[in-house]
């Protein structure tokens, strides 16, 4: 015996809940004579009959009957499910996980996304402040932050931000004591706070460029750390010369407690992009989490 098609199964189920082949017809879109084809289809292959025929009415046979409770309540539990996942899209929810850097998450996320997180209390987001590069895929990330450079060729990129610089910087406090270097070169002679990558665990190399020429510096110095927040800090605090994305100290530059020097060599930035698997299809809670931050860009 063949197994049933679902759309026997389900043509049988509308015949006997109507008790009629006009009005389940109507039910389905179909024709009345479609409907009872499918239906004597699915009792040659069952090998018994389940409906009983009159010309004023249709009702179950005890084989039917039994068929009819049986996948009956199975049937509505995935009309159900759907219907509830429909109703996602009228008022999204769940939880949206995105991996990124803490001045993104402050600077960019945060105020873009808190109108979102007033406006639907069931949607969940989750921030995962992390320097190194994920697998967003494997570790099931909605998302990540990075910077344009570092994202791989096989994603979904938006753009979040504007293009930015690198910035050197330090308190006046340090540059009263050590002088200002005029020349990447001169920052061997300086105290540097170091950055240790957590991507390759090295040093990261200070890089330059003015006019076409290229200096690659191995700063030195007595404080080393893998996130920016302590270099701020430290740098604030005169322990010497950091080399940061400008937005991360923006602040600190604007109210005068960190200083700018050899701003004319200081690389661009790509700016910050969000970045999402484009084999994946998006939920509505992370579809509005895109939208979200995407509404502010010119």
Known sequence: MSRPDLNELLAFLAVAREGSFT???????????????????????????????????????????RLANTVGPHFDGIETEVDALTALQDKPAGTVRITCGEAPLRNLLLPRLAPLVRDYPDIVLEFDVNYGLRDIVAERFDAGVRLGSMIDKDMIAARLGPPGHMAVVASNDYLDRWGRPRHPRELTAHRCINQRMVSSNGLYVWDFEKRGEKVKVRVDGPLIFNTSPPQIDAALAGLGLALL???????????????????????QLPGYFLYYPSRRQPSPAFALVLKALRQDQT
């Open 245 to 267: 994305p400008n937005d991360e100290v923006a602040a600190q530059l604007e109210s005068g407690a960190l200083v700018r020097v050899l701003e004319d060599w200081c690389p």
């Open 23 to 65: 009005r389940a017809a109507a039910t389905l879109g179909v024709s009345q004579s479609a409907l009872s084809q499918t239906v004597r289809k699915l009792e040659e292959r069952l090998g018994v009959r389940l409906l009983s025929r009159t010309t004023r009415s249709v009702s179950t046979t005890p084989a039917g009957e």
